[in-house]
């Protein structure tokens, strides 16, 4: 499909604050869009705001929260008076033995990468209608592939490709396109947060290759929007993605096999591996809970 200008465009990018999410709202301001910035760390997202070069606004949310997203949406069409393109990046994750997991913590990767990602598009698909947009749901490498110690966030992003490919179907009639976003490890503080852990580092470093690199940040965000300017179905934020859904029916009984080896190799190291959600972005989650808990 032919590029769309996103000169005059409204975009709503969720989990703006840093990473993934700071980055694409600049290259979508350079490119002329206005950008509306949701997520839970106002102050954040203030200053990335502030330094966007073009129209700017930013709302504090939980994206889990139905009726604050909701509120927000309304907020942006009265802010901008539309809304074009809807990007569903908040996320969060953790690490470490599924039976030792911090179940709290485990379903908040689900609650804020699933849940919050319909929320979002339920708040805004009504306007996303009436502009005939697009909604970009940020998957992962994880969606197509499973991993040991990786149980809540291969849950939650195998599952929002499914919620969004399941919503294509639905929406498409209505001019609505709808896409799925694959990134592998990228430059963010939710990579490094997760890479402070010995264990986990050392794991993703036995990969195989492709898959065991830290991606830069920039190339996959400018893919990233390059797939937004031409509504794709399916975004790779590093080239060599696309070629995993041609195989990806096989890897559940690869890991399953290769993985044993592996867990049983660092057994007696798994009891240190941190469960709580790792990062900036995870540590700002955890704060956000505990000064509005009872």
Request: with cysteine; hydrophobic share 40%; net charge positive.
């Amino acid at each position: 499909m032919s590029r769309v200008s996103l000169e005059g465009q409204v975009a709503v990018v969720t989990g703006a604050a840093r990473g993934v999410g700071e980055l694409l709202a600049r290259k979508l301001s350079a490119r002329g869009a206005k950008v509306a910035l949701v997520g839970l760390e106002a102050d954040e997202l203030k200053r990335v705001s502030e330094r966007l070069r073009g129209e700017s606004d930013h709302w504090y949310a939980d994206v889990t929260d139905h009726e604050a997203m909701a509120r927000v949406a309304q907020a942006v069409k009265q802010r901008f008076g539309k809304v074009d393109i809807v990007v569903a990046n908040a996320g969060v994750a953790s690490g470490g033995p599924f039976v030792d997991s911090d179940p709290v913590a485990w379903r908040r990767v689900i609650e804020v990468n699933l849940i919050g990602s319909a929320v979002t598009a339920r708040a805004f698909l009504p306007a996303l209608m009436e502009s005939r947009g697009y909604l970009l749901q940020i998957a992962s490498l994880a969606a197509m592939t499973p991993a040991p110690m990786m149980s809540a966030y291969c849950a939650s992003k195998s599952g929002v490709e499914a919620y969004a490919h399941s919503l294509r179907a639905e929406v498409g009639h209505k001019g609505v396109r709808v896409g799925v976003g694959y990134l592998s490890w990228t430059d963010t503080d939710m990579v490094r947060g997760a890479d402070q852990d010995e264990v986990m580092r050392e794991l993703r470093q036995r990969l195989p290759w492709p898959s065991n690199k830290t991606y830069p940040l920039g190339p996959a965000v400018e893919r990233i929007v390059a797939g937004i300017e031409r509504r794709s179905s399916h975004v790779y934020a590093q080239r060599w993605l696309r070629g995993m859904q041609g195989i990806r029916g096989y890897l559940p009984g690869v890991i399953g096999s290769v993985g044993q080896r592996e867990m049983r190799r660092f057994e007696p190291r798994l009891g240190g591996v941190r469960t709580g959600l790792v990062g900036a972005g995870g540590a700002a989650d955890e704060e956000e809970r505990k000064s509005t808990a009872p």
